[in-house]
């Protein structure tokens, strides 16, 4: 304990992480729950965080505690309005929540940020723009794009060292739903991996609109176009190539899971798009090592 000065709690609505870090910003231990926002009944999240810093910790009262992702959403433990893109880091922190625990510690809830793409139709997130901007401090880099694959995949444009727009894709739960709730994904043997097949739908994306395109998953099936051990690898490429075929950039950074990066670089090496995979974890820690930072003017 004498060499933790600061908590970093990443809450979102299924999973939960939590990071203790010295003053220098250097992780000294880590811990992950099942503890989603989901999984706390009558709003106790003050209590469902105790419970795991006592078990996990013990003397943790004293320590200022940074948090990230839905908490602080509206079904959260405090409602952080989003900051609005074009945003800066300085503007995030000064957007940010800050209250007093139980305990007497202070809390800071980062707040997201939204995006006005066209008048009245907007996109959020909270906990990208975290990673963003601990990408930007790590690379030192004024102006690039991130892609962040996942469920809700973001594209984001960082310029002049503001987040200046993004996009949500929902490449993860599209094909999560399409591989378990469709006739795309109904009566299929054991999948195998398949480069081949991942490739083909690259290939196939955006030929046609998505919804008609989608439906070659069935036919390529029937008439012997695809092996049925190849399918969902064939739709993986088709949804993950409609996303990146968006893309304003023809060099990006992969920010996430290694597994999900390694396939969008497959994408993107086959759609002559440059890609750098960045690891998530030290992206966000950084992020909120800035955060802090601004808080504090601590430069």
Request: aromatic residues 10%; glycine residues 8%; negative net charge.
């Amino acid at each position: 304990m004498k060499n933790i000065d600061w908590l970093i709690i990443d809450w979102g609505t299924t999973n939960f992480r939590a990071f203790a870090m010295n003053k220098n910003g250097t992780l000294v231990k880590k811990t992950e729950r099942r503890l989603g926002l989901l999984q706390i009944d009558n709003n106790e999240f003050a209590l469902a965080l105790q419970t795991v810093l006592d078990d996990w910790l013990g003397e943790y009262k004293s320590l200022p505690i940074y948090m990230a992702g839905m908490v602080g959403s509206a079904q959260g433990w405090v409602n952080a309005p989003y900051a609005e893109a074009p945003v800066s880091i300085s503007h995030l922190a000064q957007k940010s929540v800050q209250f007093t625990l139980p305990w007497g510690a202070q809390a800071t809830i980062v707040p997201g940020v939204s995006y006005e793409s066209t008048p009245k139709h907007y996109d959020v997130m909270r906990g990208e723009e975290v990673q963003l901007f601990g990408l930007q401090s790590l690379e030192n880099k004024e102006s690039f794009v991130a892609v962040f694959p996942g469920t809700h995949s973001k594209h984001m444009y960082i310029n002049e060292s503001a987040l200046s727009s993004f996009t949500t894709f929902m490449t993860g739960e599209m094909f999560s739903i399409l591989s378990k709730h469709s006739i795309l994904g109904m009566g299929l043997p054991d999948q195998h991996a398949s480069i081949t097949a991942f490739e083909k739908g690259i290939n196939e994306s955006g030929q046609k609109p998505l919804t008609s395109q989608l439906f070659a998953t069935r036919t390529h099936r029937l008439f012997g176009n695809l092996k049925e051990c190849d399918v969902l690898d064939y739709l993986s490429g088709l949804l993950i190539g409609e996303e990146l075929k968006a893309l304003t950039s023809n060099r990006v950074y992969l920010v996430g899971g290694e597994a999900l990066c390694c396939r969008y670089k497959t994408a993107c090496e086959l759609l002559g798009i440059e890609a750098t995979i960045a690891n998530g974890d030290d992206a966000f820690l950084n992020g909120m090592l800035q955060i802090k930072k601004a808080l504090n003017d601590d430069k």
